[in-house]
């Protein structure tokens, strides 16, 4: 199964995917959560802070910058868009890895230029 998921993510992280890549991006978009009550939201924060309550205007501030991002919608309650969230998160996990990749080629040649001076 992990070779499979490995071959998955190469393919995926060819330079000539960036159409499957918005195709996959079209195909999560409609992918959102069921819509959840601002109060429901509000005291489900106040259970992870537990020493101290969150004030009903930072959690509508906070919904405000993340709707503003496209990463939830607040018509009908707070929800998820799932599918711009896994896109967002693909694509950063594309970018690490490519940076991890430079940067195990860095290492590798500073190994090999002090294999040389020594």
């Given at each position: 199964?992990?070779?499979?998921?490995?071959?998955?993510?190469?393919?995926?992280?060819?330079?000539?995917?960036?159409?499957?890549?918005?195709?996959?991006?079209?195909?999560l978009n409609p992918?959102?959560?069921?819509?959840?009550?601002?109060?429901?939201?509000?005291?489900?924060?106040?259970?992870?802070?537990?020493?101290?309550?969150?004030?009903?205007?930072?959690?509508?501030?906070?919904?405000?910058?993340?709707?503003?991002?496209?990463?939830?919608?607040?018509?009908?309650?707070?929800?998820?868009?799932?599918?711009?969230?896994?896109?967002?998160?693909?694509e950063k996990v594309?970018?690490?890895?490519?940076?991890?990749?430079?940067?195990?080629?860095?290492?590798?040649?500073?190994?090999?230029?002090?294999?040389?001076?020594?």
């Amino acid at each position: 199964m992990r070779s499979e998921l490995d071959l998955a993510f190469a393919k995926l992280m060819n330079p000539r995917m960036s159409a499957g890549l918005l195709l996959l991006h079209s195909l999560l978009n409609p992918l959102r959560s069921s819509p959840v009550a601002p109060r429901d939201v509000r005291e489900s924060v106040d259970a992870f802070l537990k020493d101290r309550r969150v004030s009903k205007q930072s959690v509508t501030n906070a919904a405000r910058r993340l709707e503003e991002t496209n990463i939830i919608e607040r018509e009908e309650g707070y929800s998820v868009n799932y599918g711009y969230l896994i896109s967002i998160l693909l694509e950063k996990v594309m970018e690490l890895t490519e940076c991890i990749s430079d940067l195990e080629d860095e290492v590798a040649d500073l190994k090999a230029a002090r294999k040389h001076v020594s």
